[in-house]
C-alpha cells in the first residue's frame, strides 16, 4: 500500500532524485529543512473562559532554558531554540530517514486584554502550559477624535 502511494505521488510530481541528480544538490532538501522553522513543531490548544486565556504547545525535546515567552501589543510570542541533536547515522553518515530538526522555532497568539503582569508559565514533559489570566475591565484602544 505504502509503495503504491509512493508511487502515486512520484507520477504525480516525478522523481525529485532526478531533479537534483548532481552533487552540488545532492543535500540540499535536508540541510534546508534542518535550519528552516517546522510550524508543525508547534501544535498548540487555546481555552477561552471568561477568566483566562489557557495555552498548551507541544515542544518536545526542548530545555526549558531555550524557551522565551513575550507578550505585548496583544500578542503572545513563544519562540524555541534547539541546537542539536544525537546523531543516529552510521560511519558513513548514512541514514534512511530523519524527521528531527534543529534550528529556531516560533509562533505568535493574538490574545487580547490579558493581565500581563500574572501570566503564569509551567514546561514539563515536552508540553508548555500558559494561563494568561484576562483583564476585569479590557483596555481602551480607541481614541475617538473630534473632527473640527
Known sequence: MANE???????????????????????LGKAFSSMTPQTGSMKTDVKESDKDYQVKIDLPG??????????????LSVTG?????????????????SERTY?????????????????????????LSLVLPKLDKPLENDSHIEIE
Do not use: C, E
Open 62 to 75: 526542548f530545555d526549558k532554558k531555550d524557551i522565551h515567552l513575550n507578550y505585548a501589543n496583544d500578542m
Open 5 to 27: 502511494l509512493q508511487n502515486r505521488r512520484n507520477d504525480l510530481f516525478g522523481d525529485w532524485n532526478d531533479w537534483f541528480n548532481d552533487g552540488a544538490f545532492s543535500n
Open 81 to 97: 531554540h534547539r541546537t542539536s541533536f544525537s546523531d543516529d547515522s552510521d560511519d558513513k553518515g548514512n541514514m534512511i530517514h
Open 103 to 127: 534550528g529556531q522555532v516560533s509562533r505568535q497568539y493574538r490574545l487580547p486584554d490579558v493581565d500581563k503582569n500574572n501570566i503564569s508559565a509551567k514546561y514539563d514533559d515536552g508540553v
